[in-house]
């Protein structure tokens, strides 16, 4: 009798009425004009973080709000860009995958896949490299902390500027100074053309 009654319950659900709205305004149309519920837009100049996906699902039950294609991520004036990003309400984590784009000021990172914890760090893996100024840099990871400005390559991190290379276990470059700090195993090559300029 109980399965009869959870069978009934799911089939009322699934004949019942339910809406798909193509966008937000539809929504907002429909309750103001076909239920009489007023919706304000908040003031987006109050906000810290803009998210926008072509697709975006939110599951209760994982409490968790996943952006499919052309996700986009917007943190003062830092953005990331990605195939894919999943947001978890219980830690509040953004986790970004596939083809992931950080980009903030003069300096761009690319990787696999990204974890954002704002407002302090950036985790990133998988094909790391990064590009500020007249500087690259490759690596397994990397962190990037958003107070310090600093980067912190791990794994085969290689450091190269015009003609000077370096290459660690651990590389840390910091932006504001532009200043590099090497742990680990290290390779060096400084070019004297700089200096007889």
């Known amino acids: 009798m109980m399965f009869q009654k959870i ?21 907002v149309n429909d309750l103001v004009n076909e239920h009489g519920i007023d919706v304000s837009y908040p003031d987006s100049r109050q906000l810290d973080v803009f998210v926008t996906a072509k697709d ?64 302090s760090d950036i985790f990133v893996d998988g094909n790391v490299q990064f590009i500020y100024r007249d500087y690259q840099a490759m690596s397994e990871r990397a962190r990037y902390d958003l107070n310090t400005n600093l980067i912190a390559l791990q794994g085969n991190a290689v450091f190269l500027n015009k003609d000077d290379y370096l290459k660690g276990d651990y590389i840390t470059f910091d932006l504001d100074n532009e200043s590099v700090v090497s742990g680990g195993r290290a390779k060096i090559k400084v070019s004297t053309k700089q200096l007889q300029e």
């Open 7 to 27: 069978v009934f319950l799911c089939l009322f659900f699934s004949l019942g009425s339910s809406f798909v709205y193509a966008s937000y305004s539809n929504l």
């Open 56 to 119: 975006i699902t939110f599951s209760l039950i994982d409490s968790v709000l996943v952006g499919v294609e052309n996700t986009r991520v917007v943190y003062k004036d830092l953005s990331i860009k990605a195939h894919q990003l999943r947001f978890s309400v219980l830690d509040n984590t953004l986790r970004f995958l596939d083809s992931v784009f950080v980009t903030k000021d003069d300096f761009v990172l690319t990787c696999m896949n990204a974890i954002a914890l704002f407002p």
